[in-house]
C-alpha cells in the first residue's frame, strides 16, 4: 500500500509501532533533566513543497528558524541553540546560501539564540532542516493534554492572513509568498500565558480544527467552537476552509480563567471530538502531508 493510502497519522502510528514505543504526540522531545527538561524541536521545509527557489532567500531562512521557534513557544520554553541540515543542489549559487544564512542569523540575533553549526549535503533540490533546543522549567512546561472540562478554548491572535496568501498565490498572486513566510513565533505571549492558568497549548501549523482535535484527543474532552476567530470570511464555506488549513503559527491553548487580552474561541466541554459553529462535527484531520492535493505550510511528525 502506498503511503498517499495510508495517509500522515497512520504512517506516524506505524513508525512508532516499529520501535514499540508510544507516540509522545508533542511537537518538541521532552528530555527530563531533573528539575528542567531540554525540548528538541526539529522541522523540515523542502523546495517545491514548502517554498520555491525563486523567492527570497533571507525570508526563507526566517522562516526555517521561526517554525522551529514555535514549537519551543507551545510547550513555554526558551529556545538556545539551533543547528541546521543543509542540502543544496551543486548549481545553487553562493549568494543565494548567504541570503538565506542571512535571514537566519537576524531571526537568531532577534531571540538571542546560538546558531551551533549542523550539516551540509548535496541534493537534487533544496531541503533545509532545523533543531531548536531549548529549555522549560518542570511543571511549568505546556504540553498538548491537560484540558478539562470547564476550560475556556482561547487563540492567540486572529487566523486568516497567512492562509489567504497560500490560497492566492497558488491562484496566481506571486507576490503573497512573502505573506505566507512572514508568521511570528508567539514568544512574546510566553510571560503573559505563564500567568494565565494553561492547561494544555499547540501552535497552529495544520489548521485549526487539526490542532483542536489533538487537544481533544490528547485530552480526553470534547471542544465546542463558540466563536468565529477567522478574518473577515466573505461566507461559511470560506471560514471553514480557513479552518481546515495551517500556516499562521498562532498558538490556541485551554485555561479556566476569562482571559480579555485573546480571542475566545469556545469551551471544553464532556466528551471526545470538536464541534463546529454550525454544530457539526468537522473534518480535523487538516493538512495531510501524503493525501492533501493544496500546497501549504505545515509540519512533520
Known amino acids: 500500500m502506498e503511503i498517499?493510502?495510508?495517509?500522515?497519522?497512520?504512517?506516524?502510528?506505524s513508525i512508532w509501532d516499529v520501535f514499540k514505543v508510544r507516540n509522545e504526540d508533542e511537537d518538541v522531545h521532552f528530555y527530563d533533566q531533573g528539575s528542567n527538561y531540554l525540548l528538541f524541536a526539529i522541522d523540515t521545509i523542502n523546495e517545491g513543497f514548502h517554498f520555491e527557489k525563486s523567492w527570497n532567500p533571507e525570508l526563507i531562512g526566517k522562516f526555517l528558524v521561526d517554525i522551529n521557534l514555535s514549537d519551543i513557544a507551545s510547550k513555554n520554553g526558551k529556545p538556545l541553540e539551533m543547528m541546521v541540515s543543509?542540502?543544496?543542489?551543486?548549481?545553487?549559487?553562493?549568494?543565494w546560501v548567504r541570503s538565506l544564512v542571512k535571514g537566519m542569523r537576524d531571526e537568531l540575533v532577534k531571540y538571542n539564540v546560538k546558531f551551533s553549526g549542523g550539516d551540509l549535503k548535496e541534493a537534487k533540490r533544496i531541503s533545509l532542516t532545523g533543531l531548536i533546543i531549548g529549555t522549560a522549567k518542570k511543571g511549568s512546561e505546556f504540553r498538548r493534554?491537560?484540558?478539562?472540562?470547564g476550560d475556556l478554548v482561547y487563540a492567540s491572535s486572529k487566523i486568516g492572513k497567512n492562509e489567504r496568501a497560500i490560497l492566492e498565490y497558488y491562484?496566481?498572486?506571486?507576490?503573497?509568498?512573502?505573506?505566507?513566510?512572514?508568521?511570528?513565533?508567539r514568544l512574546d505571549l510566553l510571560g503573559?500565558?505563564?500567568?494565565?492558568?494553561?492547561?494544555?497549548?499547540i501552535d497552529n501549523s495544520d489548521g485549526v480544527y487539526k490542532s483542536l482535535g489533538l487537544l481533544s484527543r490528547l485530552s480526553g474532552v470534547r471542544i465546542k467552537i463558540e466563536h468565529d476567530i477567522s478574518e473577515n470570511p466573505?461566507?461559511?464555506?470560506?471560514?471553514v476552509l480557513l479552518y481546515s488549513m495551517g500556516g499562521g503559527y498562532e498558538?490556541?491553548?485551554t485555561s479556566p480563567l476569562k482571559l480579555s487580552r485573546y480571542h475566545l474561541v469556545g469551551r471544553v466541554i464532556k466528551g471526545r471530538g470538536v464541534v463546529d459553529l454550525n454544530g457539526k462535527s468537522p473534518d480535523y484531520s487538516g493538512y495531510d502531508h501524503f493525501r492533501s492535493k493544496l500546497k501549504h505550510f505545515h509540519k512533520n511528525p
Not at 4 to 13: A, H, Q
Not at 171 to 185: A, F, M, Q, T, Y
Open 251 to 253: 498558538l490556541f491553548f
Open 234 to 239: 466573505s461566507n461559511e464555506r470560506e471560514r
Open 86 to 95: 543543509f542540502s543544496f543542489p551543486r548549481t545553487l549559487e553562493e549568494k
Open 145 to 149: 493534554s491537560g484540558a478539562r472540562p
Open 4 to 13: 498517499k493510502d495510508v495517509g500522515e497519522r497512520r504512517l506516524i502510528e
Open 171 to 185: 491562484d496566481g498572486v506571486k507576490e503573497k509568498s512573502r505573506e505566507i513566510l512572514d508568521i511570528n513565533p
Open 192 to 201: 503573559s500565558l505563564s500567568r494565565s492558568g494553561v492547561t494544555s497549548c
